[in-house]
């Protein structure tokens, strides 16, 4: 007997079932035609409709109505040809972007963007009002939020979103800040194709250990191929490819092309063409399940037949199966190497594409799921193993902030780079830098900083009793190893001696979004200074090096440099020495050349008079 009583439909959850389980995280795809909500409920992902709507998704589109009214989704779409000013889509084209991202594709918009400062992220203008595209999304995610609570009743505080494979930091962060403005908790940003593996059961299993896929995800308006390889239950993107304006909507407009012709219509009222293009969407959707369509615009039929369509439309398959090539390629695999492939996106509902993707591959293709659901059943079983309902399933993430330790001089050396993937191990060696030195201080930090202090300390420790030897002789081996909950272990050891030293931090996560994105941004205003400050601590470092072994030279063969000698050699120490207080890198790198220009004939003759020395001995012995 079922323990619960639950609604087979995604309807209200019984209040029993509420408090079997862990917190409901749920999984969002913010998609750029569609969007929409899934949950794990019962052990099963589902999408959630609303209850207004037997319809799970949610077009991506914003009406701004009078008064500042906001609408999202269908209510919205219907503007799309009434009110085109007032009523935007595809925002996603523009998370992340600056304004020079988007100045090319800009005439593809039918709304304004406008651009304050090139450098600057873009903004879209409403009537007299700005809206950043993390706001407009924002309002996307609001609706879905409200959408989703409406339905199950309880509220929602915590997400994973899903974004494509390729989107680097800035629209990651985007679209993060976009959840938090929806008063979400953006818990993970999970990659789309990682999500449709997740939603088809690919990497939850151990027997998944070593496979590659191939996610073909052809959207509304855009198109995207990635290969993944699933290793010690990560998900690595082993290469993306694809075309940001190639999707359903250029099929679309095959039709209406096609009608165009055929019919010799007249599109130049905005009103009527809009008609004819929701048509001719209405047309390639039923051409998916039969062979001829008929519809008709105030009384005029329009017809088209679906092997005409295939014939139309085919050149626009095979650019995608070109990127597939280019996918494989990037990712030096052979199609043979593909042990899935998966399907993703409304338009692989198209027969056409299905079969001309299945004869790539030279495979059959998974493509049991709703295609336009894929990717959020996935971020919903991300969001369950998140909610601590699938014990034995591996979290899979990266390093938010580079970690490293400080070395001579205070900088950063980075020894597991930002967005590695965890749980990962990274080993690297070091030595001292003066004689003797027994005891040697770890100091970790977070962040992307050339210079310690303006990254975050993390803890330190010292490896003691190094048994004294000159400086660049011992063997320290610094070892990371940063495990799937977040955890970095620092182990040092000095491998002539044998002695050890290890800490473990546990609050590597213990920063806040904010922070995180801070220190970012501070990092890319400062790429430049932080250039040049590692380049005078490099210099000084260098020189310091140089300083010593002059010293000790001038001490070593006190006995046969002349007295001029050795007066030249300390003063241009003594030069080099008070230009390394200053805090000009070009000062400091001339001396070192002035006294290694004076020093190198000098260490000639000491070689020399070392290897006689050494011959001499052998004959006395
Ligand atoms: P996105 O990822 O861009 O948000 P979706 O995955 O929701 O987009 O796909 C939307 C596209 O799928 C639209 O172009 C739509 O016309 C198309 N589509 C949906 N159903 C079908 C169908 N049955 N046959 C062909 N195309 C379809
Ligand atoms: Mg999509």
């Known amino acids: ?263 010799d219509l007249d599109l130049s009222n905005p009103v009527f063409r809009a008609r004819v293009r929701l048509l001719a969407e209405e047309a390639k959707k039923e051409l998916s399940n039969q062979d001829h369509f008929v519809g008709n615009i105030d009384g005029l039929a329009l017809e088209i037949e679906h092997g005409y369509f295939v014939s139309q439309t085919k050149s626009l398959v095979q650019r995608t199966l070109d990127s597939c090539q280019r996918a494989l390629s990037d990712a030096e695999l052979s199609k043979n190497d593909i042990d899935h492939v998966i399907m993703v996106g409304g338009s692989t509902r198209m027969p056409i594409v299905k079969k001309a993707v299945g004869e790539f591959f030279g495979q059959t293709v998974n493509d049991s799921l709703d295609p336009d659901q894929v990717v959020a059943l996935g971020a919903a079983i991300q969001a369950d193993v998140l909610a601590g309902n699938q014990q034995d399933v591996l979290l899979l993430d990266i390093t938010p902030l580079s970690l490293g330790i400080e070395t001579v001089g205070g900088l950063m050396d980075v020894i597991i780079p930002r967005n590695n993937k965890v749980p990962t191990r990274v080993g690297r060696k070091y030595t001292t830098s003066v004689d003797g030195q027994k005891n040697l201080k770890v100091a970790v930090f977070q962040g992307e900083r050339d210079m310690v202090a303006d990254n975050r300390k993390l803890g330190e420790f010292v490896l003691r009793d190094i048994p004294p030897m000159p400086a660049g002789i011992p063997q320290i081996e610094i070892q990371f190893y940063l495990d799937a909950d977040g955890i970095l272990r620092v182990k040092a050891s000095e491998n002539r001696s044998g002695t050890e030293q290890s800490i473990t931090i546990k609050s590597q996560y213990g920063i806040s979004e904010e922070e995180m994105a801070l220190m970012l941004i501070d990092s890319l205003n400062h790429a430049e200074q932080d250039l040049a400050g590692r380049a005078l601590v490099e210099a000084r470092n260098e020189a310091n090096n140089v300083l010593l072994s002059t010293r000790k030279f001038i001490k070593n063969n006190e006995s046969w440099l002349s007295n001029e000698q050795s007066i030249a050699l300390n003063q241009l120490a003594d030069n080099l020495e008070k230009s390394v207080k200053g805090g000009d890198k070009d000062a400091i790198n001339s001396r070192v050349q002035e006294l290694n220009i004076y020093s190198e004939p000098l260490a000639h003759e000491a070689l020399d008079r070392n290897i006689a020395v050494a011959m001499k001995g052998k004959v006395i012995e």
């Not at 009523?87 to 593809?108: F, N, P």
């Not at 993390?134 to 974004?163: D, F, N, Y």
């Not at 979400?184 to 088809?200: F, G, K, M, Q, W």
């Open 1 to 263: 007997m079922a323990k619960f009583s639950i609604d087979l439909k995604a309807g209200n959850l019984k209040e029993e079932e509420k408090s079997s389980r862990g917190e409901l995280i749920v999984g969002i795809d913010l998609g750029t035609t569609n969007s929409l909500v899934a949950i794990v409920r019962d052990g099963k992902s589902v999408a959630v409709t609303g209850p207004d709507s037997k319809n799970v998704l949610v077009p991506s589109v914003l009406h701004f109505g009078p008064q500042g009214k906001i609408t999202v989704g269908d209510d919205a779409k219907q503007y799309l040809s009434s009110d085109p000013a007032n009523t935007l889509y595809s925002v996603k084209r523009l998370m992340g972007k600056s304004y020079q991202d988007v100045s090319e594709i800009e005439e593809r918009f039918g709304y304004e963007i406008i651009d304050e400062d090139e450098d600057k992220l873009v903004k879209v203008r409403v009537k007299d009002k700005f809206y950043t595209p993390i706001e407009l999304s924002g309002h996307i995610l609001r609706a879905l939020k409200q959408r989703i609570e409406a339905e199950l009743g309880e509220p929602i505080q915590k997400a994973v979103i899903t974004v494509p494979a390729y989107f680097n930091d800035a629209q990651r962060q985007a679209t993060r800040d976009a959840g938090k403005l929806a008063g979400l908790d953006v818990l993970r940003i999970l990659n789309e194709p990682t999500a449709s593996s997740l939603a088809y059961g690919i990497g939850l299993k151990d027997e998944d250990e070593g496979q590659t896929i191939a996610v073909y995800d052809l959207g509304g308006g855009t198109f995207d191929i990635s290969i993944l390889r699933i290793e010690q239950g990560i998900f690595e993107v082993l290469s993306t490819n694809g075309d940001t304006f190639l999707g359903g909507d250029d099929f679309d407009q095959a039709i209406v092309d096609y009608w165009t012709k055929r019919y």
